[in-house]
Each structure stands twice: as structure tokens, then as C-alpha cells.
């Protein structure tokens, strides 16, 4: 290390005995001729960076000689690059006018669908389109604009391996490791000055994750001053937004503030009975002391509810269409649903930041507390309410052991068209033919959490080509989860108790609760990391180059506040602490061939700790840990290809990440040749490989015209036969197979070389965009993406699965061919998909009118986006009965797509 810092000093002080060239300007808007203040230049690929004045006015100096590409770009504006020549001489280049980017618009169509409810209960799919909204790299900008509809995921990523930082404060959450985007969801005129940093490249405010690594920045002089009303439609997530933002710009006196308000609702979504309810406000002032310091208080406060949807069977998707949701029925002719989600976590932020020539130190602290529930029905020694229960199925009846029934399977098909949506009427008939008890009650699954997070970075520029920069955070949360009683549906009370094993929930509490009452379950969960990192930057003429290492320490600790009846001795009462101290290290080198053409090459090697809901195995019950839990290990490798040159700019890259020693957890019930129940199914040491190429190119064939191809070609498979054990909550197991805890342990499942469900591993897009003279703007990207596979069932890949329980011996017919055959991975449907955007932007008597306009799918494609297999069937011999139909009872569950849908935005700037 001491040797690259002297070899590079070296190198630094024979170029700054050359002479620098002088280049000077003006940014101004294009119409309006108002200078353009805050904006950004940037020389070729380098991290060297320049600020407009308030002017519009820059006044740059560079060492560098020969031909350079300067790229100059503003918030809402569409950039504009300059080749220069650097050789000494002076460059005036006079006034550069940019053109407002109205396509920014296309964010919000980005969070309308970031917001979607878009996985079950567990969250087995989701998007990390999110993290890639601030980037122009071409194809980041594919993926998440056009393959996001269909769950791709960035070389397989999901978004914890990503992060997100507000004014340099991380946001992800400890429980799944996501940022939650429904926080600052609706304000998108105050969230859009991003600066985000692509894979493992460096950052300045953390070490950061393999995905990429976002900083929102709310500082409210970095806003354009004015106000600025918008109206949105749209047939996605919400119908209508409303929304108001107000910037003051820096006052003389160095006060600047910003607020915004956005109102977003929908009867339902797209998806039938999906309401959608939400209001967000933002308030942020900013103190400038001097040019050099500054401070900065913010708020947000974004209430979301809205209605959920469920995956369906192939079965169910034949009926009724992708757009069917049995969740909702309606109630004295509304719409009900019984599984709404509320998010309300109001964030305040504090932050200092100093800004000099060669210092750049920012500090910051956040307070965040709130609820995050979501309600379902509850049912006790009543049959299921849900109408897709599969004895309700035309399938149960054609599926039986006995043989099948098609009488009775038809009249099930009559019967669910005739009524396919809850019955509300029916659990209020119920629950007063039950007496004062409820048969059935509404209830929420609350986590109530309160976090406090600080941050520090900082940069010292020693010179133009040595860079170090050191920084860490310290993140607290305490977490409050219980069910909370909804609405008792016309009954008195409920008795709280596990009507499967006829244990009490809460022994030490009362049996009857009421609405309003928490039971069920009561715990806390108090976690903590603090991290550090320092990094080391340093360049020459014809190469950089970086290296990086952060060290974290996290733990996490159980409260259980109920003590279960059937967890009597774990339960209750605080569990161990759980404690990983971890290292990560990552380096990168660049080598310019020209300054248009480089190459890099990026490696990571990084430990870090499981999530928590894959710490604990039934958290709601009692304090029993992953046994012999690992770290996580994650190692990573990329190399890219840069062009830029004055028609033609993109990238080729090739990424190769290994995820070792992974923990999974998952919740079914399953009928196996070990016994039939509830489970919880641990799965450890699992391994997973993501390799593939990316590339994106963008050619300007006229001033007017250009022309982009995107794609992905992935291989993501599990490189790993984990083991698998499964947990039972009542003893109808076997029981000489019962570990003390009610544990057993299933040994190793085959899936080293299966597919995992990642969305599309291949995805490739052509696109052509045509922006006029006279300001309006139009684009369409055709999209192909395959490759995509369900989840799969690990249980059905143990030994068990062979195992018949009538006589505790293999099944007879178990064939190596017919197993493969029965467990043979599901592919999805390849897509296609033709999306278009436009708009048009008029300058009117000093105001400046804007129209947005896309419409996604254009053909109203309906496509898989992804799925799972169930585990109900945990033999060989009930899932080849249930399959012997062609239409089986318990088949994978799908997502589908959205079919065609639009979104119109309008906006009006003062």
C-alpha cells in the first residue's frame, strides 16, 4: 500500500509540472435564457467534478493534455458532452444552453410500479428497480424502465445488495435488509437529486453494496427555485396524484427551505379490489453559513395503504384471469379487502456538511419510528374463508385418491364463478350462529419500530490524482410485533388459544380478547450495527485505481412478552444475543486506452451477517435461533469495456458473484412421509452463483434521432446442496423422529445446478427515440426477456420426499425418471413487450408546461412475472396423485402482469 501512495505521488508531481489548460463557460436553459446554477461537469470518466455558480458560470482548470470528453449536466435537464482539446491554451465555450428533460417524468411511472404489491406474504419476490431510478447508464436505465415489469433483477440481485442513503444516513432496514421506498413514496420532486455509484465501484459515503449504492440528497438549495403543480393518471398502482412542491432557492441571507405535499388514491389498481390511499408531505431548510458550511433539518412524513393481491394457480388464472384477486369482496356494496397494508414511518433527518477545495465532510443523523402492518383474516374451527381453498377447488374433486368426481367437480367450477369474491355477509352469519366467540375476526400484523442512525464521511483530496476518504454509521432499532385484534365481525370476543394444539397464546394473559387487543403473539426485537470504512483513491494519466475495507459489528436480540403455551421455557423473556463482527474489502483498477475507450476491473470480497427474519426460526413464538448460524460470505468480480465517443457511448461488462453460507427460512403446511402440520423449514449453508454479461449502447444518428440496444445474458443457479430442517408446532409427526425441540433433520436437498427464481436471466432491449426542435419528445423500446423460472419446493428435494408414511418405506414406483419428471424446474413464458413514451413541453408567459405520456405492454401481453412451487404435497406418492389430472390442487402459484397500461402526467413550473 505505502508503495502505490509513493509511486502515485510520484507520478502526481511530474504532472503538475505540466501546464494546466483553462476552460471557461456559461450554462443557461434553453427558451428561457436563465443561467443554470449547481450544475455539474465532469472530465471523461474521472470523479473530478466542477460546479456551476449562480450564475451558469464555471471557470475550470486541467492538467490533463490531449482530447478529453467534458460532460455537463444538470437536475431535470438532459445533459450534453463536449470533446475538448487540452494542450495549454485557454477554452472559452462560451454559453452552453441544456433543454429541461420533461422524460424525468418517468421516474413516478417507476414508483408506481416500485410501489406494487408485488410478492405474497413472505416477500419471495421483489423489486430493486428503485435503487436504479437516478442513473443514465443506458443499461440500468433499460432495466429499470422496461424489464422491471417483468422482475428482473440487475445480474440477480435482490435490493439488500444495494443501499440507499438519505444526505449520506442509510436507510435499508434491518429486518430484510430492503430499502422501503414507500417512506418517500409520492415525492418525487424532492427525491430526484440522486447520486448513485453502479456495482463496486466507489463511494463516497459508504463502502457500500455489490448492486450499487444510491444517496438521496434533500438539501434544499441543490432544488431549482419555484413552484411546481402536477397532476397525474394512470391505471397501475393508484388513478390519480396530485402534487404541490414549492423551492425558495438560496435567500442573501443563506436560508433555503422546500416543501412538497402529493395526494395519490385508487378505488383499486389494475388488479381487482387493490385500493390504494396515500398522502406524503416533505419539509426541508437549509442553512448556509458560507459557501463552505452548511446545515440541513428534513421531514418526511408518507402514509401508504392500499389493498394486496394474491398468486394464483394455473387452475384459478383459467377462470377468472390474471387480474382476479380473492382477497376482497364487497360489504354493503363496497369493496373490502382483508389483506390492507399500512406503512407510516415518519423520518427526520439532521445534517451537517462542510465543502471546501480539498475537504468534503458530511455528518448526519436520523430518527425514524412508525408502523408497518398488514391485516388478514383469522379463522377458528371454521372452514377457510379464502374462495381459492383448494377444497374448493373443480380440481380437489377430480384429484381424488378415490377417484374422480366430475359431478361434484363441476358444480365447485359453478359455484366459485358464481361467487369468486369473499363472502362477508357469510363471517357475520357465521360469528352470530357461534354465539358471543368469533368464528372469524380481521386482524393486523404490526411492527412498530422506532431506529436512530448516524453518519460521517470524509474526503480529503491530497492532490488531483490521490484521494482518501474514511466514514461510518451506527444504526439502532427497537421493534415492537404482535397482532393486534381488527374488527371481530359482529362477535363479542375471541379466545385466544391455538385451536390445533389447544394451547393458550398468552398464559399468563386473559382468554377473551377484543377488538383493539393485542394477542397471538408479542415480542420485541432490539438490533444495532455500527460500521466503518476507509478508502484510497489515486490516479495517473493513463490509469486509477482504488482500494477499500470496511469493518461492521451487528447483533440482535428476542423479547418475547407473551409466553406461548407451547414454547413454556423459551418463549418468555430475552433469548441470547446474537453477534457477528464482519470484514469487507473491494479494489478496482481503470485503464484508459484513450480518453474514449477504458477498461475496468472491480473485485469485492465481503462478510456480513444474516437478515433477521432468517435469525430467528418462529420469532412469534419463541426465541429459537438458525442452529450453528454462519455469516454470510459474498465474493464478486467485474470487468467492463467504456466507449464515448461523440455518436456512440455504452458499456460491456462480464460479473461473476458467488453468496456462500446462506440461511433461508420459509412457512408452509406440508403432508409428508414425516407427518402433516404447520412447519418451519430452515435451510442452511446454501450457495448461489450469478455470472453473466451486461451491455448497453446508445448511437446518436442525428441531432434528433437516437438508437439504444440493452441486454443481459444471465446464468444464476444454487451452487450448493443445502441442509434442510424442518420444524414442527404440534407433535402429529412421528414421533421417534422428533428432535427435543420438535426439530427434524432432513438432511441434504439436491439442488446444486437448479435455476434460481431471480425473474428473467436473459433480457435484451432495441430502442429508437426521436426528440424534435420544437420540444416534444417520443420513444419506443421493444423488450424480449427469458429465462425465467418459479420458485422451487425445497422439501420435495430431501429424502423424505420418497418416503411413503403408510409404511415408513421408499415408495416402490420412485424411479430416478419419475422423480426428475415430477420435480422437472418450471420455466416461464418468454415475453415480449413494446413500450412507448412521449411528451411535450410549451414555455408560456414565463411558465413552463410540461406532458408526460407512456403506456406500458402495448400488445396487453399477459406474462407470468414469476411464482412457486407449493409444499403442501412433501411426498412423491400425493404429488404424482395430485398430478395425475393435468390440473393439479395444490400447482404453482403465479404473479401476473400487468396487461396494458398508461400513465399521464401534466405539470405546470412558476
Not at 22 to 38: A, D, H
Request: proline share 3%; with cysteine; charged share 20%.
Amino acid at each position: 500500500m505505502r508503495l502505490a501512495i509513493v509511486l502515485a505521488m510520484l507520478c502526481c508531481k511530474s504532472l503538475y509540472a505540466q501546464q494546466s489548460t483553462r476552460i471557461t463557460g456559461q450554462l443557461m436553459e434553453k427558451g428561457s435564457n436563465v443561467p443554470i446554477s449547481n450544475a455539474k461537469i465532469i472530465l471523461g470518466n474521472t470523479s473530478q467534478e466542477f460546479p456551476t455558480n449562480n450564475k451558469g458560470g464555471f471557470e475550470i482548470n486541467l492538467a490533463q493534455t490531449g482530447e478529453q470528453m467534458l460532460h455537463f449536466s444538470a437536475l431535470d435537464f438532459i445533459s450534453k458532452r463536449f470533446s475538448v482539446y487540452l494542450d495549454g491554451n485557454t477554452i472559452d465555450l462560451g454559453i452552453i444552453y441544456l433543454e429541461r428533460d420533461i422524460a424525468h417524468e418517468q421516474t413516478d411511472n417507476l414508483i408506481s410500479l416500485t410501489d406494487g404489491d408485488l410478492s405474497d406474504d413472505f416477500e419471495s419476490v421483489s423489486s430493486s428497480m428503485g435503487l436504479l431510478q437516478s442513473t443514465r447508464d443506458i443499461f440500468l436505465n433499460r432495466a429499470a424502465f422496461d424489464f422491471g415489469q417483468a422482475f428482473f433483477k440487475v445480474r440477480g440481485y435482490d435490493s439488500r445488495n444495494g443501499q440507499v442513503l438519505m444526505n449520506g444516513v442509510p436507510m435499508n432496514k434491518f429486518f430484510d435488509g430492503r430499502p422501503q421506498w414507500n417512506n418517500w413514496g409520492g415525492l418525487n420532486d424532492v427525491v430526484r437529486n440522486q447520486e448513485f455509484t453502479n456495482s463496486l465501484t466507489l463511494n463516497p459515503y459508504t463502502f457500500g453494496g455489490i448492486l450499487g449504492n444510491t444517496n438521496i440528497n434533500t438539501r434544499p438549495s441543490g432544488f431549482r427555485p419555484g413552484l411546481r403543480l402536477s397532476s397525474s393518471f394512470s391505471n397501475r398502482t393508484y388513478r390519480g396524484r396530485l402534487m404541490a412542491t414549492y423551492n425558495s432557492g438560496e435567500k442573501p441571507s443563506g436560508l433555503a427551505y422546500s416543501v412538497s405535499a402529493s395526494r395519490r388514491w385508487a378505488k383499486e389498481g389494475f388488479v381487482e379490489g387493490t385500493l390504494y390511499d396515500a398522502y406524503s408531505f416533505f419539509g426541508a431548510v437549509e442553512y448556509q453559513f458560507n459557501e463552505q458550511n452548511s446545515i440541513t433539518f428534513t421531514s418526511l412524513l408518507a402514509r401508504n395503504r392500499r389493498g394486496r393481491s394474491s398468486a394464483l394457480t394455473e387452475e384459478v388464472f383459467d377462470l377468472m384471469g390474471g387480474q382476479y384477486n380473492p382477497y376482497w369482496g364487497k360489504q354493503d356494496d363496497k369493496i373490502r379487502n382483508s389483506r390492507e397494508r399500512e406503512i407510516f414511518e415518519p423520518l427526520f433527518l439532521l445534517n451537517y456538511a462542510l465543502n471546501k477545495k480539498k475537504i468534503n465532510w458530511n455528518v448526519g443523523l436520523a430518527y425514524q419510528t412508525g408502523i408497518n402492518s398488514r391485516s388478514r383474516l383469522g379463522y377458528y374451527n371454521a372452514p377457510n374463508p379464502d374462495p381459492t381453498y383448494y377444497r374448493y377447488m373443480p380440481s380437489y374433486h377430480i384429484n381424488s385418491s378415490i377417484g374422480a368426481d366430475f359431478i361434484n367437480a363441476n358444480l365447485a367450477k359453478e359455484a366459485f364463478l358464481g361467487n369468486p369474491q369473499l363472502d362477508w355477509e357469510l363471517l357475520y352469519t357465521a360469528n352470530s350462529n357461534n354465539g358471543e366467540k368469533a368464528a372469524y375476526l380481521l386482524y393486523d400484523d404490526i411492527a412498530q419500530k422506532t431506529t436512530i442512525s448516524s453518519a460521517t464521511s470524509f474526503n480529503y483530496t491530497l492532490s488531483d490524482f490521490i484521494e482518501l476518504g474514511f466514514g461510518g454509521n451506527y444504526k439502532t432499532t427497537t421493534s415492537e410485533n404482535y397482532a393486534e385484534i381488527l374488527d371481530l365481525l359482529g362477535a363479542t370476543y375471541h379466545e385466544d388459544m391455538d385451536t390445533f394444539s389447544n394451547t393458550l397464546n398468552h398464559v399468563d394473559g386473559e382468554l377473551q380478547k377484543t377488538e383493539g387487543e393485542k394477542f397471538n403473539y408479542n415480542y420485541n426485537l432490539d438490533a444495532s450495527q455500527m460500521e466503518g470504512f476507509t478508502q484510497l483513491k489515486f490516479a495517473s494519466k493513463k490509469w486509477d485505481g482504488f482500494v477499500s475495507a470496511s469493518y461492521s459489528n451487528f447483533n440482535v436480540q428476542r423479547d418475547g412478552l407473551f409466553k406461548n403455551g407451547r414454547y413454556l421455557e423459551n418463549s418468555f423473556g430475552a433469548s441470547e444475543k446474537i453477534a457477528f463482527s464482519n470484514l469487507g474489502y473491494k479494489g478496482g483498477f481503470t485503464y484508459f486506452l484513450t480518453g474514449r475507450h477504458w477498461f475496468t476491473a472491480n473485485a469485492a470480497m465481503v462478510e456480513r451477517p444474516p437478515i433477521i427474519q432468517n435469525i430467528f426460526i418462529n420469532p412469534r413464538e419463541n426465541n429459537e435461533t438458525v442452529p450453528e448460524l454462519q455469516k454470510e460470505i459474498v465474493s464478486s468480480v467485474d470487468l467492463s469495456y467504456f466507449v464515448r465517443l461523440p455518436s456512440l457511448t455504452g458499456r460491456i461488462s462480464a460479473f461473476y458473484t458467488r453468496f456462500q453460507h446462506t440461511t433461508d427460512i420459509n412457512f408452509f403446511f406440508v403432508d409428508s412421509g414425516l407427518g402433516s402440520d404447520f412447519v418451519q423449514e430452515v435451510i442452511t449453508d446454501l450457495d448461489r452463483l450469478h455470472k453473466g454479461i451486461e451491455f448497453g449502447f446508445e448511437y446518436e444518428a442525428s441531432s434528433t434521432v437516437k438508437l439504444t440496444a440493452a441486454g443481459n445474458v444471465g446464468h444464476y443457479v444454487y451452487a450448493s446442496d443445502p441442509s434442510v430442517q424442518i420444524n414442527f408446532d404440534t407433535a402429529d409427526a412421528e414421533e421417534d423422529l422428533i428432535a427435543p425441540e420438535g426439530n427434524i433433520d432432513l438432511g441434504i436437498a439436491t439442488l446444486k445446478g437448479l435455476k434460481l427464481a431471480q425473474g428473467p436471466q436473459t433480457a435484451l432491449a432495441l430502442g429508437v427515440s426521436y426528440r424534435a426542435p420544437k420540444y416534444w419528445w417520443i420513444s419506443g423500446t421493444t423488450n424480449f426477456l427469458t429465462n425465467n423460472y418459479s420458485n422451487l419446493s425445497t422439501i420435495t428435494r430431501t429424502s423424505s420426499f420418497l418416503i411413503d408414511p403408510e409404511t415408513g418405506e421408499p415408495f416402490p414406483d420412485d424411479s430416478e425418471e419419475s422423480v426428475a419428471k415430477l420435480l422437472k424446474q418450471n420455466k416461464l413464458d418468454d415475453i415480449y413487450l413494446l413500450n412507448l413514451v412521449g411528451g411535450k413541453s410549451w414555455l408560456v408567459d414565463g411558465k413552463y408546461i410540461s406532458f408526460f405520456a407512456s403506456i406500458n405492454n402495448v400488445f396487453d401481453t399477459v406474462f407470468r412475472t414469476g411464482g412457486y412451487e407449493q409444499s403442501r404435497n412433501g411426498n412423491f406418492g400425493q404429488l404424482k396423485q395430485d398430478n395425475l389430472s393435468g390440473s393439479p390442487s395444490f400447482a404453482p402459484k403465479y404473479w401476473y402482469s400487468y396487461g396494458r397500461t398508461y400513465f399521464l402526467n401534466l405539470a405546470i413550473s412558476f
